[in-house]
């Protein structure tokens, strides 16, 4: 009967023994699937990141596209400006052809400005009196006017122009000194 006793102690403490063994492993496997788990969480988070900076990415391209585009016919809308408001009233109520091309240039250049409107290009002309803002406007000089504030616009040398409100050219304007 002793032995019989040994023998079932024995058994019972190898039967220990591969429970704990059994209990150890399982408590290695969970650590393990909660290190994995973690793991994919952040992987599935990189993977949203980095989605959402290709779709603004992507955005930002498009909206942006026509940068150097607009940068060119910039130059064609400030020359109609320049065409229009250097013919003096007089000469239009005198010379029916040449009032006809002014309209024929003001509805280009409202045709233009149109177009500039529906793709996000605003004109950026100061008025005079008007704070002199390093981020809209370039100053090309400083002049002594008694009339305005310091720092003020004192004229516009050329129309400044953003896309998307980010700034492609500024205003160059003349600002007053004190």
């Known amino acids: 009967m002793d032995k019989k006793k040994t023998e079932i102690n024995k ?9 704990d063994q059994a209990l150890l492993s ?13 793991q994919i969480l952040r992987v599935a988070a990189e993977g ?7 779709a603004k990415q992507t955005e930002e391209t498009s909206k942006f596209a026509v940068n150097n585009f607009a940068k060119d016919l910039i130059d064609v809308l400030e020359n109609l400006y320049l065409a229009t408001d250097n013919i003096p009233k007089e000469d239009l109520e005198n010379d029916s052809a040449l009032a006809n091309i002014f309209k024929g240039v003001e509805m280009t250049k409202t045709t ?6 529906k793709h996000g290009i605003k004109r950026i002309f100061p008025e005079v009196g008007e704070a002199f803002d390093h981020n809209l406007h370039q100053a ?9 504030n310091e720092n003020s616009v004192v004229s516009v040398m050329r129309a400044g122009y953003s896309l998307h409100n980010r700034l ?11």
């Open 140 to 148: 090309v000089a400083h002049i002594e006017d008694p009339n305005l």
């Open 112 to 117: 233009l400005l149109n177009i500039f409107d």
């Open 11 to 19: 058994d019972i403490k190898n039967l220990q023994e591969e429970l």
């Open 48 to 54: 949203e990141n980095f989605r959402k900076r290709c």
């Open 168 to 178: 492609i050219k500024p205003a160059m304007v003349v600002v007053s000194k004190a």
């Open 26 to 38: 399982y408590a290695k496997s969970e650590e393990e699937v909660a290190k994995l788990k973690e």
